[in-house]
């Protein structure tokens, strides 16, 4: 049996597919690639800040007098404290507080101040593209939802998109390469495209939701909603003393061996209510962490249920893990950075295929090369300005990308302005490493840093040498 | 791996005969989840089956692209290779039809969020009537919300007249506020 659609509708759904895609292309563009390097964040922000100790063991004793500085130095501390234990993949301690972020020694004493403004600024693009927090969160959530809109079109609208999903052809013209690349791309790649659009579309589309779900089952009530869905804090009135982390993480090892510990949070510190809650890994599981509380003296209270509560509070908790691909190791986000770069590629080559259907060129021809090639430019550039005047990374990128969209006005052809922005790309990766080396000394020769380094010079010769090989040809 | 290498070779050859090749190669997919599940547990396994397939068809289109080079190649003596006729192109300084471009843009910036506020207001009926534990049922809402405003969102905009989808779907947001708030 052959399942087809009428033409008439395939038409429809064609020209949805465009427009959706073309109404969106700039802002989908930003964050997929935004979230592509988001995948590697927890290296970045290291790469960032190479000259501070690393150690995978800390003695839990310490953390005990790591929290009892902190309520000293502020008598009025509250809110929520945060403490991150090293573990693989990060190896550092770090103290949050309402009085601020320290990395911490592996003495207990706190180190520098945690700052990673260029990785921060990248998070916060693909969280919230620089808007005010919860309104660019719907923004960028919406994005989601008109990615899952573009997924169905898609399939909808190209009855042959099965059967041609090994057909690639070489010699073309442009307009047919394009499109076989954004075909292949898209329909090999759909779960991930629509596992990314669902799971990115959650985080904004579910502020929008909880409204609905706390006028219709709590009553208006949002705690009553929260503590539904990811379970309500314990009720506790004791006489303040300072909290006994190493006592619950103990307790922890004890009851369920299996759980890796990775952060603590003191909840509502310094209040008659505190108490901890000790996050964990457990490496079986897709959640971010099963989540145990401890009373300020380490008594072990509960779980709040996510390795073995209800089945949706084990998905709610899965999807971070899910939508960035912390999960697997470095494989893994190898394998989630090379999917972004394909959803990349099939967000421009979408826009790309409508610019050589036209029978005419405009001002967009000459734009959206520059906004396209402009973005690695502003992202490497932008970390350069941050790594060496501190300025603010979020301006310079915005600065970047408006100068290089700008260049393309002026340029006026498609394949200069390209050219000169993957050579100024190329260029800035190395110029990025060597500065990081001059900045960072002996600390930017070794571990992530490193590495990092390395890609950036590599990354960068491998682009340069490829532009040079294909205009010999 | 085998089970893409099976998917491939049944596209190379396109006859009725070979379907079990389809059959087979998604069947070889399928089974790889086990080996998975054993290994790392069964939510991993479906991640990787959801994600590494997508990767590994790059190796055939890959060689589909390195045969159709050569072929390129070898014909490039011979005569010119098949390509698209070159139509003339106009070009335009400026934003080509820009009150089109106006009319598509409000088209979708009304059309989105009336489909997101039907759409949103039907998952949470909707799997209120499921057969599911609280929890379960609102993260289901919470989680299907979007996919569901995606569909409605890209099926509204594929309508040539708006009148009556729109008009079914306050229907069904009337239906589904009443049986949430009546």
Redesign the interface.
Known sequence: MKFSLPPA?VK??L???S??GL?MAAVLYLVCISGTVTVFARYLDRWEQPDVQEFTQIDTAILNNVYRDLVEQTPDLAGDVLVMLPREGIPRASLVSSQGAWLLNQDGSRGKVLASPWTNMLISLHDHLHLPATWGMIVV??T??????????GF?SHPGIFRD?????????P??QQTDLHN?LSV?????HL?I??SG??FG??V??NA??A???FGGDDEA?LA??FGGPPTLEQEVVPVNISRALATLEEIVPEADPFYVTIEDANSPSQYMLIGAHHT???IYAEQYRFDQNGDYIDNVGYTD?????Q??F??FR?HFGH??GLP?ML?YG??GIALCVVCVSGVNIWLNK???????N?IWPGFVWGVPVAILGSALISLLSGLSAVSAFWLLLALSTMLGLVI?TATITRRWLITASALLAGVLAAVHALVYGGDAFHGVALLINISLLVTGCLVIALMYLRKQR | MAGVML??FR??RHTASQQWWTVAGWLLIALATLPWTLA??I??AV??A??????L??V??GR??FI??KN?VA?RHDKK????AR??????????HPQRWLV??LR?AMV?PYA?AVS??A??ALT?LLP????????????A???V???V??WL????SLLRPVAALAVVGLLSALY??G
């Not at chain 1, 989601?144 to 079109?153: E, H, K, N, P």
């Not at chain 1, 999903?165 to 013209?173: E, L, P």
């Not at chain 2, 959801?50 to 990767?55: A, E, K, T, Y």
């Not at chain 2, 139509?87 to 080509?96: A, C, D, K, S």
């Open positions: 509708l429809r759904y020209q949805s597919h427009w959706i109404a959530s919406i989601g939802v008109l990615m899952t809109a573009l997924i169905v079109s909808l999903a090994f057909h690639f052809r070489q010699g073309a013209s307009r047919l292949r090999w790649a759909a779960p991930f596992i659009a669902v579309a959650y589309v579910a929008l939701m609905i779900i006028s219709a089952f909603r539904e869905v079986d599981r897709l509560g209800p089945v949706g509070r998905a709610i899965s999807v899910v999960f697997g893994v394998l090379f999917l036209r029978k005419h060129k405009d001002v967009i000459d006026k | 998917l491939y596209w190379c790392h547990g939510e991993f991640m990787y959801f994600l590494v397939p997508g990767i068809a790059w055939f289109v589909q692209w159709a080079t390129q014909k290779p098949v390509t698209e139509r003339p192109v106009t070009e335009v300084y400026q934003l080509h598509l843009l979708t989105l997101g949103l207001l998952t949470v209120d599911l534990i609280k929890n379960d049922t609102l993260v289901l809402a919470l989680l919300g979007s996919l405003w995606g569909i969102a890209s905009l594929a309508q040539t949430l708030f």
